[in-house]
């Protein structure tokens, strides 16, 4: 059964601190993202990796960073949180031949 | 234009059928897919049909394409409570040297008895 995690939930931070959103993927998927899920928007993509080290930028990456040390995880940073970055956060994985991706729960971040 | 887009809310009454529509953007799409979204989760894949194909049936579902009039539909026979979701769309679109998925806004499907 294919899985991918995410490392919270639910996570509240205030405004300006620095926040770490992790996800892993046991399927040995080359390429993963980072979404943001708003009402009325949809998914909106941050950033993309298609292997180890190497990253992309999506449709809104200001303000976000990313890190993918090794292949089954794909870090999002928020380097200064700030309200307007209050979300839903969506992780996903797929193969490089394939455009399915497989999501994670999502993490729910809210920003005081 | 640029968006892929649907209609935000659909209500229906359970055993009715649902029918939720979506158009797209680009014409050399491979796959479209319809991802669902319960409550509290993430996405789950429920079907994807290929772009030379017109429809496509799985079980309660059915997926039409009009590749002409970049139009793609999911209809659910039997509306069922548990069918209550977010429904999105996507289309793949090969951008800057990679496929990526561009996602509508969802349809938020209400079944109610």
């Known amino acids: 059964d294919v899985k991918v995690t995410q490392s919270s939930r639910y996570l509240v931070k205030r405004t300006g601190e620095k926040v770490f959103l992790e996800c892993v993927q046991d399927?040995?998927?080359?390429?993963m993202f980072w979404y943001r899920q708003d009402p009325g928007l949809g998914l909106r993509l941050i950033y993309f990796?298609?292997?180890?080290?190497?990253?992309e930028k999506g449709d809104i990456p200001e303000g976000y960073s990313v890190s993918r040390e090794k292949k089954e995880r794909f870090s999002l940073i928020l380097e200064s949180a700030s309200t307007n970055q209050t979300s839903m956060y969506l992780c996903?994985?797929?193969?490089?031949?394939?455009?399915?991706?497989?999501f994670g729960p999502g993490t729910r971040l809210t920003v005081l | 234009g640029e968006d892929v887009e649907q209609s935000l809310f659909l209500s229906v009454r359970e055993g009715d059928s649902s029918v939720i529509n979506c158009t797209y953007t680009?014409?050399?799409?491979?796959?479209l897919y319809w991802y669902k979204q319960e409550p509290g989760a993430g996405l789950q894949l429920l079907t994807y049909?290929?772009?030379?194909?017109d429809m496509k049936q799985d079980q309660r579902l059915t997926v039409l394409l009009n590749k002409k009039d970049k139009h793609l539909s999911l209809r659910i026979a039997d509306t069922q409570t548990g069918d209550s979701a977010i429904y999105f769309c996507?289309?793949?679109?090969?951008?800057?040297?990679?496929?990526?998925?561009?996602f509508g806004a969802g349809t938020r499907l209400a079944v109610h008895p």
């Open positions: 680009d014409s050399s799409s491979t796959y």
């Open positions: 996507a289309e793949t679109r090969f951008s800057g040297g990679y496929n990526k998925l561009i």
């Open positions: 399927m040995d998927h080359e390429n």
């Open positions: 996903a994985s797929s193969f490089p031949s394939q455009s399915e991706q497989f």
């Open positions: 990796s298609y292997d180890v080290k190497m990253k």
């Open positions: 049909i290929f772009s030379n194909m």
